[in-house]
């Protein structure tokens, strides 16, 4: 990663909608063009932030899955 | 697709299904859709502000295994979903005026996430697309 991350959102172990839900109040307090990470172990949280971003205009910069981990990278709409 | 309200009719006052349908209403706000909500029933008699967090059961089909289910996957409070709901998007929740009639309910007895009473007529005003009964 080149870029810093402004704010990280824990939901490991939190199951839909929590990790949406919380990742759309969490984007607000990031400026525009800044980077919100967000860890989750929910797999139905992989099609759900694509769909988030697509639908929103977030951009999902990044997605890695480790040790059923997923961590997502979302820049917020500029 | 994200112009649309989501509308939802509820009228089951079970815990599931209250929470079946806060879900889908944190779900829709997240992605920036308006959402549209009028309480019947049951439903609106779990709303009472006294009764909200009392244990309103779950669906008749569930049975004794499926109670134990649900309770082991028990999410937040449907209430507290839908409080992050309104934080995150357009959510508006109103109680149906004939069943506030029907159980001697009056305004003041509800919770806060109640924005309102009305009929259905007010209700359709606010219903562009599909509706939902749960």
Redesign the interface.
């Known amino acids: 990663m080149s870029a810093t991350i402004a704010k990280t959102l824990d939901m490991k172990g939190f199951n839909c909608p929590l990790p949406i839900a919380k990742t759309a109040q969490a984007i607000r307090e990031i400026e525009p063009g800044e980077l919100l990470q967000v860890l989750a172990t929910d797999p139905g949280s992989v099609p759900d932030f694509k769909a988030w971003c697509r639908t929103t205009g977030n951009q999902l910069v990044e997605h890695t899955e480790t040790d059923g981990v997923y961590r997502f990278v979302v820049r917020r709409k500029g | ?2 112009d649309d309200t989501l509308s939802l009719v509820l009228f089951s006052g079970t815990d599931d299904k209250l929470t079946s349908a806060a ?1 889908l209403t ?2 829709a ?4 859709r308006k959402v549209n909500i009028l309480l019947q029933y049951w439903a609106l008699d779990a709303f009472r502000a006294d009764r909200v967090h009392k244990d309103h059961g779950v669906a008749p089909e569930a049975g004794p295994a499926g109670i134990e289910l649900v309770q082991q ?1 028990g ?2 409070h449907w209430s507290e ?1 839908l409080r ?2 309104k ?3 357009e959510v508006a929740i109103h109680a149906c005026s004939h069943s506030m009639e029907m159980f001697g309910i009056a305004k003041d007895d509800l919770d806060p996430l109640v924005d309102g009473v009305e009929g259905v007529a007010s209700f359709f005003m606010e219903v562009d697309g599909p509706l939902t009964f749960i």
């Open positions: 697709m994200t879900v944190v779900g706000a997240a992605m920036g996957h999410t937040e979903l992050q709901a934080q995150i998007g």
